[in-house]
């Protein structure tokens, strides 16, 4: 990531202030474009609309709508290695996918059932945090709750010069989800 501005420095500094460390939290963005679920079969844009009744936000901006809506059917318990699903929009080829839920990230593999327009999968890892029936599961842009890899990550100094470039390594914050089921978070 470039760092060149007073700007980038500053931001730079207060996310590392604010993670703390590996004991910060922060749900990193999966890249899964190339094996999402479009209709088409390809990369799709969301789309932005207005509120049910066609108004916007105060400053007129719209929703952002993604390409892809799927729904949980039925509750999914912590623990359960298959979930089952309703497409709204999107391809029903899910097998091989990724999507997440309150940041937990699942891979789903292969299909198990499909019966009147329920889609039963298996899912890696095991369910992290109860997902309730009817829940909307993010396929177009899902995330990852992670640590910072090790304490000393964003430590990087603000070097004097024009240009620097940075990297930060993140691992998934496992011990999060272990706490959540055994009812400590």
């Known amino acids: ?36 679920p479009y209709a088409s079969g390809g990369y799709e844009e969301g789309s932005l609309v207005p509120h049910s009744d066609l108004s916007t936000f105060s400053d007129g901006t719209e929703y952002s709508q993604g ?13 359960q ?14 097998s091989g996918v990724r999507f997440s839920y309150e940041h937990a990230l699942y891979e789903t593999g292969r299909i198990i059932q499909e019966e009147d327009g329920v889609i039963t999968v298996s899912i890696s890892p095991t369910v992290r945090s109860l997902i309730p029936s ?17 304490d000393d990550q964003m430590g990087a100094g603000v070097d004097p010069v024009p240009f620097e470039r940075r990297s930060v390594s993140f691992v998934e914050a496992t011990d999060y989800w272990n ?3 055994l009812g400590l978070v």
Do not use: N, Y
């Open 1 to 36: 990531m470039p760092v060149s501005s007073v700007a980038q420095r500053r931001s730079w500094l207060a996310i590392r202030s604010a993670l703390g460390g590996r004991s910060g939290l922060i749900a990193v963005p999966v890249w899964s474009q190339d094996v999402a």
């Open 67 to 79: 390409a892809m809506s799927i729904k949980t059917v039925g509750v999914s318990a912590i623990g």
């Open 81 to 94: 290695t298959t979930i089952r699903l309703r497409v709204i929009s999107g391809s029903s080829d899910l």
């Open 134 to 150: 009817d829940a909307d599961l993010e396929f177009d842009e899902p995330t990852c709750l992670c640590h910072l890899s090790s």
């Open 179 to 181: 706490k959540l089921a």
